[in-house]
């Protein structure tokens, strides 16, 4: 990857770190909007905030790096990268105000988690840079775990 392809990739890197953020904030709003399961949708939202951090490690990393030993994957074009993040912010607001509630609130967490965004996370960038790999392996692995909850929830919610 040359150093300008870096730049870009870093740059879509930030903004994925700022879609994280927002999941974090949308569940939040979520563990109000739905007592019974807050401690779990803190969690999820910590670990999401957690990924945010380790996107914005793996910016850095690139950066530090010149993207020397890395490659593009599959391209997440930064206007796409920003409408998602407008959507999950408009998503938090409707829970907030109560226009998304009970089993809604399990099916668009399950859409998040499965995104192209989210679920494909590990095919933005190729490298075998190991602290690189260790951060998108952590969060792939998480993600995982979500979509397992968000999936057995929906089932229970009978949707």
């Keep these: 990857m040359t150093g300008n392809e870096a730049r870009q990739v870093a740059v879509t890197l930030v903004l994925m770190a700022e879609t994280e953020r927002a999941i974090g904030a949308l569940y939040e709003a979520c563990a ?3 007592a019974d399961r ?3 949708w803190r969690r999820v939202a910590a670990a999401e905030r957690h990924h945010a951090t380790g996107v914005g490690t793996m910016a850095t990393i690139l950066l530090r790096k010149k993207g ?3 490659r593009v994957g599959r391209k997440f074009p930064p206007e796409a990268v920003r409408a998602f993040t407008d ?3 408009k998503n938090e607001v409707d829970v907030k105000t ?3 509630k009970g089993r809604v609130l399990y099916m668009i967490a399950r859409g998040l988690e499965t995104t192209l965004l989210e679920d494909r996370f590990y095919e933005f960038v ?4 190991e602290a690189f790999r260790k951060l998108a392996d952590r969060i792939v692995a998480e993600t995982r775990e979500h979509q397992t909850l968000m999936q057995a929830w929906v ?3 009978g949707a």
Excluded at 126 to 129: F, L, Y
């Design 87 to 89: 959507q999950v912010r």
């Design 98 to 100: 109560g226009a998304i």
């Design 68 to 70: 020397e030993g890395f």
């Design 38 to 40: 807050g401690e779990v």
């Design 126 to 129: 190729a490298t075998e840079d």
């Design 155 to 157: 089932a229970a919610a």
């Design 32 to 34: 109000k909007a739905d």
